[in-house]
């Protein structure tokens, strides 16, 4: 889609009420083609909003120490607390409201990925075009150190990182950039390169625009459907991986709990039958993780032109 | 054949090099490497000594040629924590990490390649949609999440299984391994199941997309045509195509599985090289890490080099077209 | 009825394929017979349901497509609702298939030995040794030089020609009773076509088997076929014995390829040709189906035209047959 069309669809957003369809509104259509596709998106969203207003609905701020009460540790389901508030998902070891502590984990966890997500996509995505663009040894040289490095699993590399450099947001954050990136700029190389040699940059070239200009104007815009697929599930990686980087310690600090950390607390509960504590975080990040690959998968078929209905 | 062998030789070799470059200056340009690789709390005398024996004292690309020649043989550090020699802590721990990886990489041959042909011999049956539903899931399921739940339900709440620890070792063939006794593979089966999961979803989909695209091909419809029996169809026409990839793909796995058991065994304490990385990490036992991520990078190449040469034994096109390059 | 049974006789055969956009009539109302021996040309345009013909024969007829109605008799015996195992004895032994891409029809990862040893022992208790002469011997008789050592190649270290005269030794391995072979020179060069042609027509007389030649060249058949079907659009439009329908083609569309093929064209004139394309199976004109590119179309043709038989031994579906010799 490129800029001009853009500005088109605005100028006949009126008409196209009236019968034309707009590119969006056929994506939209062919979105909501599976059920299974449209209940994922809503979820996520419902998700998104929660982790969002997080200490509006959460009846305790879990990491308030006036609000929680080490006495009410480990208390099922269902229990009430002593300020009157139930249980709904019992407490943990700390006595903290489980729900609340979930609500709260969701926020971090759900913003590391998805900042993550976004920093190795800007990243990806350049590195990606520069060498498409650039052609030569430049491309040779970084598509080698891409396949190098997606030759090793991403768990791998982002704990060598972490022993390194140690826990905190700030490390997480530059491992889980330096998993992703490879694979944004891999994507955006590969659809570029089929860009490159269509008519309209050769138009462009000769029309005299700065480099600069048919890069991020011109190329860029024609690799977004891919980008966006991959960075769905991108995404839902990166939230998994932070969730098992910090269930083995070795990833976000206990100051900043998120879901796998919960988890992780559980853990040591769970052999004496006090399931929930691990139980019920691992719902969320399951629920999460689940509604975002369905939404990517979802996606990829509506933008995969190769499956154009 | 073999000149392919030495030429595929020699790039695993780069790589190595390669990457002994960047552990080499990831250790000295992120950390100062006294740190790294001494133990801080030893008295400045012995830090000096260490300095010298490690040949930090002379010029970085020196000391390069000095940690390669170190590595060479075999000299990694000792660990803070055990005071024995890194490199032969993890050795010591490779045959569980090894035994948990190759159990979880027969249950993904054993449990995927059949319900994968029978997902894509059947695309529309209702067993074959929920094997493919259950596998968009097993990609999805956080692993150490499941690994908590499959304890909490087979060792707590059912008491049929284990939840913890490595079982009896029995020697078979020379070989050492908990898989020769019950009690050993009743340890086994949790740990193992766990990793394999997102590997049998892996090999579903891999055979069925690759069943699915088989029986579309003109010498499965001449093979029927020529009146052979379906089982020697599936099983020999079939089967023998779609296991090339499958099996490639399966042997670059084995590599993740390695990687991947660091969190199968820090749930189920299974003693193997990923739980010595994790404490290591958390107990910042420096030389244990290096000595993990040097061996760790060495399989990887491995790995790679043996798919390579299996990939040209099994696929006889390859084989011809190496023959006239 | 005292008359030999023949090997093959296919009636009102109906195939179709019942895809998202519609059902497509591949086939429809075919009827044919071969003899003992006979060669009988099934000429078409891609699309026309020669193929489909073919594998509905042998019961190779895949999702979405079926076999609606019709009845196909092998020696007096029906293979439509027959059990599975009974159509897998009958294929590759009593009738083989031959297929159109050489370079396809082996299985790229298997030997060529196993590949023809296995078609024995499907059907019978041959042991291995006994299968692996008569797999040489097989290859021997298609002219492929040193078999022995043929036998013990990958299908990729051979020719397209080499392939096509192993996947014919294949076909002839159980001397079935009649062959199907689809369109077997197509992917060849001329010359390696002529050869071909040879081998399969020599064998047919030595073996007494029948053969369904199917292909589009009509050029091609003329000199193999004793007698020829000319398809169009699922259904068979003319039929004859072979240098009848080619000395005097009724069907306009018969007249028009055979109008169509060059050597029968002086230097320096144009071309003849059939306007317009063949019409999709889903979007099939009314009445007959080659109504819309025919130039003796009227109101008639609205209608379909039954099977009439304008003379001893032809059968014709037209209601405007050309009168006398090949089209102008």
């Known amino acids: 889609m490129s800029v001009t069309e853009d500005k088109a669809a605005l100028i006949v957003r009126k008409p196209a009420a009236a019968g034309v369809e707009t590119p969006f509104m056929r994506f939209r259509s062919d979105f909501t083609d599976s059920w299974v596709a449209t209940a994922a998106l809503a979820v996520l969203c419902l998700i998104i909003l929660i982790a969002v207003f997080a200490p509006l609905i959460a009846p305790q701020n879990p990491y308030d120490l006036g609000q929680v009460d080490i006495m009410e540790s480990r208390q099922p389901p269902g229990s009430r607390s002593f300020q009157g508030y139930i249980f709904l998902l019992g407490s943990d070891g700390a006595g903290r409201d489980l729900f609340s502590a979930i609500l709260y984990g969701l926020r971090i966890s759900l913003s590391v990925g998805a900042m993550s997500g976004v920093i190795a996509l800007a990243i990806g995505s350049t590195v990606g075009l520069a060498a498409a663009y650039l052609g030569g040894r430049t491309e040779a040289f970084i598509m080698r150190v891409v396949d190098i490095q997606l030759s090793f699993p991403a768990i791998l590399i982002a704990l060598m990182l972490l ?95 998120s879901l796998g950390l919960l988890i992780s607390n559980g853990f040591e509960y769970m052999l004496s039958g006090r399931y929930w504590i691990s139980f019920f975080p691992g719902i969320a990040l399951l629920v999460t993780i689940v509604s975002i690959n369905l939404v990517g998968d979802q996606l990829r078929d509506v933008l995969n032109p190769r499956l154009q209905r | 054949m073999t000149a392919f062998a030495i030429r595929r030789l020699m790039q695993s070799a780069i790589v190595v090099l390669v990457m002994s470059v960047i552990v080499f200056f990831g250790v000295n340009i992120v950390g100062d490497p006294v740190d790294m690789l001494i133990n801080p709390e030893a008295d400045q005398e012995d830090i000096e000594i260490a300095i010298r024996a490690l040949g930090l004292d ?88 499941v690994g908590l739940m499959m304890i909490m339900v087979f060792a707590v709440m059912l008491g049929w299984l284990p939840s913890t620890g490595r079982g009896d070792e029995a020697t078979f063939l020379g070989v050492t391994s908990s898989l020769f006794t019950m009690n050993g593979l009743s340890h086994m089966v949790m740990p193992a199941l766990n990793l394999a999961l997102l590997k049998i979803s892996l090999v579903i989909r891999l055979t069925r997309a690759g069943t699915r695209e088989a029986v579309l091909q003109d010498y499965i419809k001449f093979a029927r045509a020529k009146g052979l029996r379906q089982s020697r169809i599936i099983f020999v026409h079939l089967l023998k195509n779609i296991l090339i990839p499958v099996i490639t793909v399966l042997g670059l796995e084995f590599g993740g599985l390695i990687a991947f058991s660091v969190v199968t065994e820090t749930i189920f304490a299974w003693p193997g090289m990923g739980k010595l990385l994790i404490d290591s990490i958390q107990q910042l036992d420096r030389p244990v890490i290096v000595a993990y991520l040097i061996i760790i990078v060495l399989i990887f190449v491995v790995l790679n080099l043996i798919v390579d040469i299996m990939y040209s034994v099994l696929d006889p096109r390859v084989r011809l077209g190496d023959r006239k390059a | 009825m005292s008359a030999p049974k023949p090997t093959l006789a296919v009636e009102d055969l109906c195939t179709y394929f019942f895809t998202k956009s519609g059902v497509v009539k591949a086939v429809d109302k075919v009827s044919f017979e071969i003899g003992a021996g006979e060669v009988l040309g099934l000429v078409g345009e891609s699309g026309s349901g020669k193929t489909v013909t073919g594998f509905s024969i042998v019961g190779l007829i895949d999702q979405p497509g079926r076999i609606v109605s019709g009845s196909i008799r092998y020696k007096g015996e029906e293979l439509i609702g027959a059990s599975e195992e009974r159509l897998r004895h009958i294929r590759g032994n009593r009738i083989a298939m031959i297929f159109q891409d050489p370079t396809m029809t082996l299985n790229p990862v298997l030997r060529i030995d196993t590949q023809l040893v296995e078609a024995i022992t499907a059907h019978s208790d041959t042991d291995a040794r006994t299968a692996w002469e008569q797999s040489r011997d097989a290859l021997g008789q298609v002219g492929i030089p040193s078999p022995e050592e043929r036998l013990k190649c990958y299908p ?132 007959c189906a080659f109504r819309t590119r025919c130039k003796f179309n009227d109101d008639t043709c609205l209608e379909e035209p039954e099977v009439t038989h304008p003379a001893k031994d032809r059968s014709l579906r037209c209601f405007h047959p050309v009168s006398r010799g090949p089209a102008p």
């Open chain 2, 58 to 145: 002379k010029p970085i690309g020196e000391q390069y040629l000095f940690f390669l020649k170190n590595a060479f043989s075999g000299n990694l550090g000792k660990s803070f924590i055990f005071g024995e020699p890194a490199l032969q802590l993890i050795l010591q721990r490779m045959p569980a990490t090894m035994e948990l990886a190759l159990a979880a990489l027969f249950m993904a041959i054993v449990l995927g390649i059949p319900l994968g042909l029978y997902a894509g011999l059947r695309p529309h049956s209702p067993f074959s949609r929920i094997t493919m539903a259950t596998s968009i899931l097993g990609f999805s399921l956080p692993t150490f999440w």
């Open chain 3, 156 to 287: 990729h270290e051979l020719s397209g020609g080499m392939r096509q005269r192993v996947a014919i030794a294949i076909a002839f391995l159980n001397k079935p009773n009649l062959i199907i072979a689809d369109e077997p020179t197509t992917a060849l060069d001329v010359t390696i076509q002529a050869q071909i042609i040879y081998e399969a027509q020599t064998l047919c007389r030595k073996t007494g088997t029948a053969l369904l030649w199917i292909t589009h060249d009509l050029a091609v058949v003329a000199g193999l076929a004793d007698r020829i079907c000319v398809m169009y659009a699922g259904r068979i439009v003319e039929e004859g014995g072979a240098d009848n329908v080619i000395d005097r083609p009724l069907h306009p569309y018969t007249a028009g390829l055979i109008g169509s093929v060059p050597s029968h064209n002086r230097r320096g004139k144009r071309l003849a040709q059939i306007p317009g394309s063949t019409p999709s199976l889903l979007n099939l004109p009314e009445g």
């Open chain 1, 163 to 257: 022993a390194v450099f140690g826990k905190g947001v700030d490390k997480i954050m530059i491992a889980l950039v330096t998993v992703q990136w490879a694979y944004y700029a891999r994507t955006v190389r590969s659809s570029a390169l089929v860009e490159r040699s269509k008519e309209y940059v050769e138009a462009a070239n000769c029309l005299g625009l700065s480099h600069k200009r048919i890069l991020f104007r011109h190329i860029l815009p024609n690799c977004l459907a891919p980008l966006i697929v991959v960075g769905t599930v991108q995404t839902a990686h990166a939230i998994a991986l932070e969730a098992t980087l910090s269930f083995l310690g070795v990833g976000l600090p206990q100051t900043e709990p």
